[in-house]
Nanobody, 115 residues
Framework: QVQLVESGGGLVQAGGSLRLSCAAS????????MGWYRQAPGKQRDLVAS???????TYTDSVKGRFTISRDNAKNTVYLQMNRLKPEDTAVYYC?????????WGQGTQVTVSS
């Protein structure tokens, strides 16, 4: 059974930084695309950033230049470095991992940016 465990959310002032981590298990599983979605209250869940096993990345326009996604394939871990955070970045952030049988999701971690 695939499990994703997220960490790193919290409360930060506008302009600050946070780093989210998401570890996928079991470690013997190979994962293809990994990434992060977010969902603000009353809104749909939207893709924030994704990364392939080869390291190719995509970002939604609103975070380009501020967020950086990376992964450690040996640890099956994906990271999201978030800089220059804005109040509109406030949301629950969910990581995901694609593998041969489908997609697994993390439980979500709250990110709150105060103005």
């Amino acid at each position: 059974q695939v499990q994703l465990v997220e960490s790193g959310g919290g409360l930060v002032q506008a302009g600050g930084s946070l780093r989210l981590s998401c570890a996928a298990s079991p470690s013997t599983r190979s994962f293809n695309g990994m990434g992060w979605y977010r969902q603000a209250p009353g809104k749909q869940r939207d893709l924030v950033a994704s990364i392939t096993v080869g390291g190719s990345t995509t970002y939604t326009d609103s975070v380009k230049g501020r967020f950086t996604i990376s992964r450690d394939n040996a640890k099956n871990t994906v990271y999201l470095q978030m800089n220059r955070l804005k109040p509109e970045d406030t949301a629950v952030y969910y990581c995901y991992a694609n593998f041969y049988a489908g997609t697994s999701w993390g439980q979500g971690t709250q990110v709150t940016v105060s103005s």
